[in-house]
């Protein structure tokens, strides 16, 4: 079994953990109120994405999320919370460096042996759900499970639907499909981030990713017959049917069951689609553990003028 299949079919563990130490950690997480904008790089940034439109959501107070490197600094927060599953990754200890002493910082990290640890005002050590992988899984979700469980929008059930994901069949046919498109809204529009980093990281796979009204307006267009579309959550009226008469397999809510005859929360979806990435690359004959180009954390060269 490869790392990242090991650490993603203990996700439902982490998550439960996360979950029950949440109230731990509380006086280092955004209190209502604040202004925040969470960051983070690849998959920590998607993350960060899901949890700001969830805070928003929730009333929370004004919460936007960024790419490390492309976080403005001419605006005002209470507090930036930087998700690092390494705690070396450059642009985010960068970030972290500018804002201190002005901006209250808060780092999610998995390795209390990292620069993270003192680059940051305060910080959350999820050790448990760190990861040999270069793909990441488990820390992610376990992060925004943690942050979920903060807003009070975490259950039980979460973590009940991730364990059928993990023991539920993938729909037939959609491993063979030489294309993947996922789809979200509102705080699912990251994890359809989540989904297409994840599968063409694993399997260099053609996958795309987009806020599901957005599909209709133009992405729709290269959708066909040896195709897949996967709705995380609820899919907008009439969406299911469109793609079906593309020819494509559609993955979702069709306004009943799923697709596989499941109804999950969609951060157990997600489950489901690193399962997917994990097969399309044993079927092409690819080690997910080495994909290619890419390294466990992004550790740039510092530049001549810095």
Known sequence: M?????????????????????????????RPG?????????????????????????????????????????????????????????????????????TRTTALTADPHTPVMTAADEVVVLDYADERSVVQTRFATTALTL????????????????????GAELPQGLVECGQFTFLGRGWTVGLAHEAALKTREASQSW????????????????????TATWMFGAAPAGLA????????????????AGAAGLAL??????????????????????????PRHLTRSVILAPSPTR
């Open 265 to 290: 929360d969609p951060l157990a979806d997600l489950v489901r689609a690193q399962r997917l990435a994990v097969a399309v690359a044993a079927a092409r004959g690819l080690d997910p553990d080495r």
């Open 207 to 226: 996958a795309e990713s987009y806020p599901a009204m957005e599909y209709r307006h133009g992405p729709i267009s290269v959708t066909t017959g040896g």
């Open 2 to 30: 490869s790392h990242v299949e090991d650490e993603l079919n203990s996700q439902p563990e982490c998550w439960a953990r996360a979950a029950a130490e949440a109230a731990e950690h509380g006086g280092a997480l955004p």
């Open 241 to 256: 049917q469109q793609v079906l008469e593309t020819g494509a397999l559609w993955v979702g809510d069709t306004g009943a």
């Open 147 to 166: 942050l979920r469980t903060h807003l009070g929008l975490h259950t039980e059930a979460v973590v009940a639907d991730a364990r059928k994901a993990l």
């Open 34 to 102: 604040e202004r925040v904008a969470i960051v983070g790089c690849g998959t920590s940034y998607f993350m960060a994405q899901s949890v700001a439109a969830l805070r928003e959501q929730a009333g929370q107070g004004d919460t936007d999320a960024f790419a490390a490197s492309e976080f403005p600094h001419g605006r005002t927060y209470d507090r930036v919370v930087a998700l690092t599953r390494s705690g070396t990754t450059t642009e985010v200890l960068d970030l972290l460096a500018r804002l201190k002493g002005r």
